[in-house]
């Protein structure tokens, strides 16, 4: 299984970027696939999810309306596109799966849920 996280930089406040997990080695079926964000000093923390059987996303409070998860199956990526980014976004973005997941529409933003991670990428909002 190969994650591998794409598409973070420099932007202004209020800019928008679109954040790419290439995913492999993995059917996609009945996965779900997480983007989470972490900052020096802090606990890693769910950004937003989509658990692909029952088709549902979620969002963690500060991003809603402002992030949007969506998935291309026929390039196996999952998307994150960030609009109206604030300096508090700032963090090393990370994409995780869970090839076969059981958890709950609740669960999806916990790290405990997820067996593979891809490598950071740096997502800079300046004020």
């Known amino acids: 299984v190969q994650l591998q996280a794409s598409g973070g930089g420099l932007v202004q406040t209020g800019g928008s970027l679109r954040l790419s997990c290439a995913h492999s080695?993995?059917?996609?079926?009945?996965?779900?696939i997480g983007w989470f964000r972490q900052v020096p000093g802090k606990e890693r923390e769910g950004v937003s999810c989509i658990s692909v059987g029952p088709n549902t996303t979620k969002y963690t409070d500060s991003v809603k309306g402002r992030f949007i998860i969506s998935r291309d199956s026929a390039k196996n990526t999952v998307y994150l596109q960030m609009n109206n980014l604030k300096p508090e976004d700032t963090a090393v973005y990370y994409c995780a799966a869970d090839e076969y997941y059981s958890g709950s529409y609740y669960s999806c933003l916990e790290r405990y849920e997820y067996d593979y991670w891809g490598q950071g990428t740096l997502v800079t909002v300046s004020s």
């Open positions: 080695g993995f059917r996609l079926d009945f996965a779900a």
